[in-house]
């Protein structure tokens, strides 16, 4: 009878270390969220290309237009979509702003996302992003530099630091290493979206802004599917509809995802720069 109980209780130790390392993915993703993203109001009126023009005389503008123009500057454009959705905040009913104070503006807000601050600025005589940009030509190419620097700024700030699993070949080609990234990723990109904020997702090469995320699962509950939406910059949005989708299948225990790499890029801060603002 020892030794019989003595069995029963290995068996139990045993099967509990097996399940140990399973992920119940009944737990996760308990709500879809969907952020407010009016895509024909809230992203930019230019496409991700034909950025010289606006560098002026600026030798600084030059280079960075001259790098944009041939790689593109998708996550200067979608931060500064992001900037604008979350620090913005339009009053429509006064009178219109100087273009040299929505420079401010702009500028500003750009400055309160980098250091995820929680003040916010206004711009006045506009409804909305794409009625600030098509306004005149102004405005178009104060968005556009700001989007060059920025450019910049997330390249040496946000996605160098992810040169350990980006630059790197081989990195994420084991399944279960890369499952668990993925999933890492799938819960930050998530928790952003819980917040109200729309983080910036790298998928090998370009970047976008993340709206929502909705969730499929079995009938038992587990996830069978994660769908990001998202704004991508390399279109200039004429409906709803222009809004992409990128999905993960999942296996029930969760170790197996199948879809592309991607990673949160979103600006991350002590927020000390928030005292200086």
């Known amino acids: 009878m020892f030794r019989t109980l003595s069995f029963i209780l ?16 009944k737990k996760l993703f308990l709500k879809p969220v969907m952020n407010d993203f009016r895509a024909v109001e809230d992203s930019l009126c ?20 001259s790098v944009a123009d041939k790689e593109g500057s998708c996550q200067g ?17 006064r009178p219109k702003m100087s273009p040299s104070k929505i420079k401010t503006q702009v500028r500003r807000s750009v400055y309160l996302h980098k250091n995820n601050c929680s003040a ?15 306004a005149n030509q102004d405005n178009e190419f104060t968005l556009r530099r700001r989007s060059l620097q920025y450019n ?13 699993t980006f630059f790197l ?20 990109f998530y928790n952003d979206l819980l917040k109200g904020e729309y983080p910036l ?33 390399n279109i200039i949005m004429s409906s709803q509809n222009d809004i992409y989708d ?17 990673w949160n890029i979103s600006p991350r801060s002590t927020k000390i720069g928030c005292l200086f603002k």
């Open 246 to 262: 990128r999905s993960y299948d999942f296996s029930k225990d969760g170790k197996s995802i199948d879809g592309q790499l991607i």
């Open 169 to 188: 070949e081989g990195q994420l080609e084991d399944k279960a290493k890369s499952s668990k990234h993925i999933l890492k990723e799938l819960q930050s």
């Open 46 to 65: 230019f496409e991700n290309n034909g950025f010289m023009e606006s560098a002026g005389r600026n030798p600084y503008l030059k280079i960075l237009a």
């Open 201 to 233: 997702m790298l998928v090998r090469t370009h970047v976008t802004l993340v709206t929502g995320m909705s969730v499929e699962r079995d009938l038992e509950g587990h996830v069978s599917r994660v769908t990001l939406h998202h704004y991508d910059p």
């Open 152 to 164: 910049l700024s997330l390249a040496i700030k946000e996605i160098l630091p992810e040169s350990r």
């Open 120 to 134: 916010k600025v206004f711009i006045d005589g506009y409804s909305n992003l794409r009625e600030l940009c098509e």
């Open 10 to 25: 290995i068996s139990q130790v045993l099967t509990s270390f097996a399940y140990a390392g399973e992920i119940d993915t």
């Open 77 to 93: 454009m979608v931060a500064v979509a992001s900037a604008v959705k979350t620090k913005v905040t339009f009053r429509p009913e």
